[in-house]
């Protein structure tokens, strides 16, 4: 039994991008003005309404190349969102007596993300509303905005891997390289690393024209991402590469200190292109990366892969580190979502600051 919001009235349906097929956006997507609104489908699932949402590739990824076998048609695009509770499972906790931080009564502002098995099997945010289970979501950080909210989950979550898979936190004596600084994820590693007690000198990669956000971010020093080919040696105790840089690793010798408890942390080689043959080569890049012996042509240094899944526990680290003032979600531009085809198409082509977010509708009095 669902407990709905009394000062909310549900529709019956609701306006969602949907898609039938694999492909590109700009091909596959449709908006629909009469998508059935979820149902509350188990005692510990939670009916939202979205205010925001946040576009990241891994879903671009999925869209474009997850085999139709293990997909359901139609699906809804996107994952990561921000919203406001209407309607409970019967165990949902709605009490902060009995659980402190953690209830979420109907009128709860929150934030959180679609799983990937439930993503596949047709469950997406990019809609006004959404059903996901209550481990999915966590309250939305008292001082961030709705916007900047939905933007926290999986990049935020993979932000925590990169440096969780440090040997040990870098100190006020390490130098440390971000690659990819002012990117979705690498704007919250940047921060995670300069609002430490004792922080590591940060050096970031970014375009020229993003050299004032990485600043603000937290960069000591900012390098223009296309110079890095032919520089000087530079000795960095850890390399955090939050973009993927198949060239970054393959001279890793020079930028990164040999010897134990120097590490390069990667999110994995960034797929050339949205195909098969693009994904193959990818993962194929990264056995490599990880087994090839220095003898066979392998970098002589260590090599991490981070792969990182949202849950309760990592939105609750997001959302105390945000509410501490540690970190804040930059926000590269917001369309309307009846526009948000063009917000794909900055992603798309692989320079997008910080998040890109999609309004999904205005929130209605008493939802703030």
């Known amino acids: 039994m669902a407990s709905p919001q009394p000062s909310i009235t549900i529709p019956h349906f609701m306006r969602a991008w949907t898609l039938t097929h694999r492909g590109l956006p700009r091909d596959i997507l449709q908006l ?73 009564s109907p009128g709860t502002a929150v934030f959180g993300s679609v799983p990937v098995s439930k993503h596949l099997q047709g469950c997406g945010a990019l809609a006004e509303y959404v059903v996901v289970d209550v481990t999915q979501i ?8 709705f916007a900047a909210a939905a933007g926290l989950p999986v990049s935020g979550a993979t932000a925590l891997a990169l440096l969780d898979a440090l040997p040990a936190p870098p ?28 922080p590591a000198t940060i050096m970031g990669t970014c375009s020229e024209s993003s050299a004032e956000v990485a600043r603000t971010c937290g960069c000591h020093e900012v390098l223009d991402y296309r110079n890095l080919t032919g520089r000087e040696k530079l000795a960095f105790d850890a390399i955090i590469d939050a973009f993927g ?36 080569a990818a993962l194929v890049r990264q056995v490599l990366n990880r087994f090839m012996p220095v003898w066979m042509g392998g970098v002589d240094r260590e090599y991490k892969q981070v792969l990182s899944v949202v849950d309760a526990g990592k939105l609750e680290r997001l ?50």
């Open 32 to 104: 629909s003005s009469h998508y059935p609104v979820p149902q509350v489908d188990s005692e510990t699932a939670v009916l939202i309404r979205i205010s925001h949402v946040a576009l990241h590739p891994g879903t671009i990824i999925m869209m474009t190349l997850a085999p139709s076998l293990l997909r359901r048609f139609p699906s809804i695009a996107e994952t990561d969102f921000s919203g406001t509770v209407v309607a409970v499972g019967a165990q949902v906790p709605v009490s902060a007596t009995s659980h402190p931080g953690r209830y979420f």
């Open 245 to 280: 840089s198949q060239a970054l690793w393959r001279d890793a010798a020079r930028w990164l200190k040999p010897g134990q408890g120097h590490v390069y942390v990667s999110v994995g080689p960034a797929l050339e292109a949205y195909t098969v043959a693009g994904a193959v």
């Open 138 to 145: 966590a309250r939305k950080p008292v001082n961030m905005s």
């Open 319 to 368: 959302r105390q580190l945000a509410e501490e003032g540690r970190l804040e979600t930059w926000i590269g531009g917001t369309w309307a979502f009846e526009n948000a085809m063009q917000a794909f198409e900055i992603l798309l082509g692989r320079h997008a600051k910080g998040k890109l977010v999609v309004r999904v509708q205005d929130l209605a009095p008493g939802e703030d």
């Open 171 to 198: 100190d006020a004596r390490a130098r440390v390289l971000v690659n990819g600084a002012c990117g979705g994820i690498g704007h919250f590693v940047t921060q995670l690393l300069a609002t430490r007690e004792n």
